[in-house]
Structure formats: structure tokens, C-alpha cells
């Protein structure tokens, strides 16, 4: 600003004005180079869908957020799920129940999981949230299950008020991650037994 009017000085404006272009032109190359670096890791790195396709539990393990990986991992857990249940070993089965019973109390309730989805894995669900590190979210199930009737029927049919508030809040309870972040932990709970999963 001071050589706005000053023609002592205006070789200086011309002096920084192409300093500042040739400082422009150079941060744009770079930033340009890093876009294009940042281009190539992104089209070498597999998506969801072909890691899922083609069981790739390489490319499965590399994925850097914990969600991706928590999505793919159900995926291909949930297709090993339907072809053949028993091809699944103890540590695939902990994730993928406690993933499903996720699922159930973030679209609906957890009595979609204990009810409907899976009413035989009641009791085994508690301890794989305890596996993989949800010792709260395990301690909310089980109260929650000590209230369902013994005989399989719903839930409601014979419920009381007082039970009906006691499951709403179980529900939220779980539904509000007690533990934290749930994809965190199937990720640490994964990587500890990494050589499970083939």
C-alpha cells in the first residue's frame, strides 16, 4: 500500500507483483501434483463392492476408515451368512452378530434382533458383544433379555407398562453406543485376529 503513489519505489510493486505470480504459479503446480498423486492412490485402491465380490481381505484390512471396513466386513460376513452359516468360525460370528444386532437398533429395535432376526443367538450375542470389546452394550442386552418370555412368545404380549419403559430404555440405552464407536471396535477386534479371516 505505501508505494501505491510513490515512483521512487515502483520498480519494487513490479518486483513483488511477478514474485507473487511466480509464488501462485508454483503453489498451483503442486497442489496440482498432489490432486493428481491423490487421484492415483484413490483408482489403485479397490472399492467396497469389488473387496466384498471378490473376498478380498487384503484389500479389506488396507481401507483406512473404520466404517468402510465395518461395511465391507458385514457384506461379506452376511453372503458367507447365506451361503453356509457353519463355514463361518467364532471370531467371523462375533462380528457379525454384534453388526446385526447394530443394524436392529438403529433401524428399528433391538427386539427386531432378539425377536425376529436371530431369537436362538439371545444369550451368544451378549457374549460376542463382550468379545469384541462392548462390555456395556453386553450388560444393557442381557438385561434386556432377562425380560423376554421364556416359552419364544413376543415380547408385548404379556408385558406390563413397567416392563414395556425398562425395554425402551434398554433400547436407547444400546442404540446411544455406550461402548463408543462400534466400527472402531470390530476393527481392533479384527485386526487382533487377522489371521482368522481367509
Not at 496440482?32 to 498423486?37: I, M
Not at 461402548?179 to 481367509?198: I, V, W
Request: with cysteine.
Amino acid at each position: 500500500m505505501i508505494f501505491k503513489n510513490s515512483k521512487k519505489h515502483g520498480y519494487k510493486l513490479v518486483s513483488i507483483f511477478i514474485l507473487g505470480i511466480s509464488i501462485f504459479i508454483f503453489n498451483s503446480c503442486k497442489n496440482n501434483s498432489k490432486v493428481e498423486n491423490r487421484k492415483v492412490g484413490t483408482s489403485e485402491q479397490k472399492d467396497i463392492s469389488e473387496i466384498v465380490s471378490e473376498v478380498d481381505f487384503e484389500s479389506l484390512f488396507s481401507l483406512e476408515d473404520n466404517r468402510d471396513f465395518s461395511i465391507a466386513l458385514y457384506e461379506i460376513l452376511a453372503n458367507r451368512y447365506e451361503k453356509n452359516p457353519d463355514s463361518m468360525n467364532q471370531i467371523e460370528w462375533n462380528l457379525f452378530l454384534s453388526m446385526n444386532l447394530e443394524n436392529a437398533g438403529q433401524s428399528g429395535t433391538i427386539l427386531t434382533f432378539l425377536e425376529e432376526w436371530f431369537p436362538e443367538q439371545r444369550e451368544q450375542v451378549i457374549l460376542s458383544l463382550t468379545e469384541i470389546g462392548a462390555i456395556k452394550s453386553a450388560a444393557t442386552i442381557k438385561l434386556a433379555v432377562a425380560l423376554l418370555p421364556k416359552d419364544g412368545t413376543s415380547f408385548f404380549k404379556n408385558a406390563t407398562k413397567s416392563s414395556e419403559r425398562l425395554m425402551l430404555t434398554f433400547d436407547s440405552t444400546f442404540s446411544d453406543y455406550p461402548d463408543g464407536s462400534m466400527p472402531d471396535l470390530y476393527r481392533t477386534y479384527a485386526e487382533k485376529h487377522r489371521d482368522k479371516f481367509y
